[in-house]
C-alpha cells in the first residue's frame, strides 16, 4: 500500500493546488483528531448533508446514524454515495484587505459508496471504535447496546480510497500595494478546549481518566509517525488485528499473560490495559503497520511518575513476522524521544524476565544500562516466580543513544524483538 491516495477526478485542486494534499498519514491524523464529519448524499434527486460521529479503523471510515434515518435508509439496497467532509479550524486571517482574508485549516474531503454494516462482529467493533473515540477505554466503562438499541442504530463503512487533504498553515498574504495600509494583519490562533467536566444527577464515581481535555501529557497515548510503524492509541477495535498478529505462542513467552486466543478474549485483554490507564499507570499503543493499517503489537508506558520524571517502556509485543526489522527499533526511538524530549523524563527505564535473555540483548543494544535484578518480583503465569532484570536510560545517556537508533534504522538495521 502507498504512502498515498492516489487522485482523482474528484480530488484533484481546481485552484489552491498547493494546499491539495494526498498523504495517507496526514489524512488520518485529521479524521484522529476530528470528532464529527458532514456527510453529504442525494435523496429522490435532492442534496442532503448530515452532521454526525465518525471513526477510522485502519483503511475504513465508520459513520454512525440512524436506521430511521434517511442515509440509513439509502444504503439498505446497497452502497449509497456519499461525500465526507472533515474540517479543523486552526486560526483566523486578518488581511489589510478583505479579499485576503482567509483561514488556517486541515480537513478532508472523502468520495466513494457507503455500505451498511450487517455482520455482527464488525458492526460490534465498529460501535466500540466510535465510543472509544471520545475516551480510549470508554466503550469498556459503559453498557453495550442492548437488542432494540442496536435495531435502531445503523453504522455505515466508507472506504478510504477516494481520498484529498487540503491545509492552509502560516500568515497573513497581503498584495505588496496593501502592505503599507495602516489595518491590522495578523492570525489569531484557535483552538479547541475542553472545559470541566459536570458529573450526571447521581454519580459519584470520580472522572474517568480518558475524558478529552483532563489528563496531564504524560499519560496521554499521543499518535507516533514513523516510516516502518506508526503508534497509535489502543482500542478494543484493535482485538480483531492483534488475534492473528499475535496468534503464536512463542510471542507471549514472556508476558504475565496466557496467549488470548480469540476476538473476545483479546478484547478482554485490551480491556485490562485500558483499566490501567485509568489508574494512571499505564498508557498503551497499538504498534500498526503503516503499508497495511494492519495492529501488529502492542507496546506501552507503565509506572509513570511524572514527579519524579520517570516511566518505563513495557509490555511490549510483537507479531513475529515483525521480528528482527525495524519494527521494534523504530517503535522504541519514537516513545524515547517522546519522553525524553516532550515529556521532558529524566529516566526511563525497562523491566524484563530473567530468563528472556533476547530481550536483554535487545535493550541493551538500545542504549539502556543493566542496573540490576528484582528477586522473586512477580508470579509468571505457570505460578513460578520471576527475578526481572531491570535497565535504565537517563536524560544524559539519550543524545547518543538516539543518536545511535537513528543511524541503525538509517542503515536498514534493526535491534532484535524486546519483549518485557
Known amino acids: 500500500m502507498s504512502d498515498r491516495y492516489q487522485p482523482t477526478s474528484r480530488t484533484t485542486a481546481t485552484r489552491h493546488s498547493d494546499r491539495m494534499h494526498y498523504d495517507r498519514a496526514l489524512a488520518h491524523e485529521i479524521l484522529d483528531e476530528a ?11 435532492e442534496p ?11 483503511e475504513t471510515l465508520y459513520l454512525h446514524g440512524s436506521s430511521g434515518g434517511r442515509l440509513g435508509l439509502s444504503a439498505r439496497d446497497g452502497g449509497v454515495p456519499v461525500a465526507v467532509s472533515v474540517t479543523l479550524l486552526d486560526g483566523l486571517v486578518y488581511a489589510r484587505s478583505h479579499m485576503h482574508h ?8 472523502v468520495h466513494g459508496a457507503a455500505r451498511l454494516v450487517t455482520d455482527p462482529a464488525e458492526r460490534r467493533s465498529a460501535m466500540d471504535a466510535l465510543v472509544d473515540k471520545v475516551g480510549a477505554g470508554r466503550a469498556a466503562d459503559s453498557r453495550p447496546p442492548d437488542r432494540r438499541e442496536l435495531a435502531q442504530t445503523s453504522v455505515l463503512a466508507l472506504p478510504l480510497v477516494e481520498v484529498s487533504a487540503r491545509a492552509r498553515s502560516g500568515g497573513v498574504i497581503d498584495d505588496e500595494k496593501d502592505v503599507a495600509l495602516p489595518h491590522w494583519a495578523g492570525v489569531l490562533p484557535v483552538r479547541r478546549v475542553f ?4 458529573a450526571a444527577d447521581g454519580v459519584d464515581a470520580a472522572e474517568p481518566a480518558y ?8 499519560v496521554v497515548p499521543v499518535p507516533l509517525t514513523g516510516r516502518h510503524v506508526r503508534l497509535e492509541p489502543l482500542t478494543l477495535g484493535h482485538a480483531t488485528d492483534l488475534v492473528e498478529s499475535l496468534g503464536d505462542d512463542e510471542v507471549w513467552q514472556h508476558l504475565p499473560v496466557r496467549r488470548p486466543r480469540t476476538v473476545p478474549a483479546m478484547r478482554d485483554y485490551l480491556a485490562g490495559l485500558l ?6 499507570n499505564q498508557v498503551a499503543w497499538a504498534q500498526v503497520d503503516p ?3 494492519r495492529a501488529i503489537g502492542v507496546t506501552s508506558y507503565h509506572d509513570i511518575d511524572p514527579d519524579r520524571r520517570a516511566l518505563a517502556i513495557g509490555h511490549t509485543i510483537v507479531g513475529r513476522p515483525w521480528w528482527r526489522t525495524g519494527v521494534n527499533t523504530e517503535a522504541k526511538l519514537l516513545l524515547l524521544e517522546h519522553a525524553f524530549e516532550v515529556l521532558g523524563a529524566e529516566r526511563v527505564f525497562w523491566n524484563t524476565d530473567i530468563r528472556n535473555e533476547r530481550s536483554q540483548q535487545a535493550i541493551a543494544r ?18 513460578s516466580w520471576r527475578d526481572t532484570v531491570v535497565f535504565g536510560m537517563t536524560v544524559d545517556d539519550w543524545p547518543a543513544a538516539g543518536r545511535r537508533l537513528r543511524e541503525i534504522l538509517a542503515s536498514g538495521g534493526s535491534t532484535a524483538l524486546a519483549v518485557a
Not at 36 to 45: A, E, I, K, R
Not at 275 to 280: F, K, L, P, T, V
Not at 370 to 376: A, I
Open 35 to 45: 470528532y464529527d464529519c458532514t456527510v453529504g448524499f442525494v435523496v429522490d434527486g
Open 48 to 58: 442532503r448533508v448530515l452532521p454526525t460521529l465518525h471513526v477510522r479503523v485502519g
Open 102 to 109: 482567509s483561514a488556517n485549516y486541515r480537513s478532508v474531503v
Open 195 to 198: 472545559g470541566p467536566p459536570t
Open 211 to 218: 475524558l478529552p481535555g483532563g489528563e496531564p501529557p504524560w
Open 275 to 280: 483499566r490501567a490507564r485509568w489508574e494512571g
Open 291 to 293: 503499508a497495511t493499517g
Open 366 to 383: 538500545l542504549g539502556a544500562v543493566r542496573e540490576g535484578v528484582l528477586r522473586r518480583h512477580r508470579k509468571r503465569p505457570d505460578g
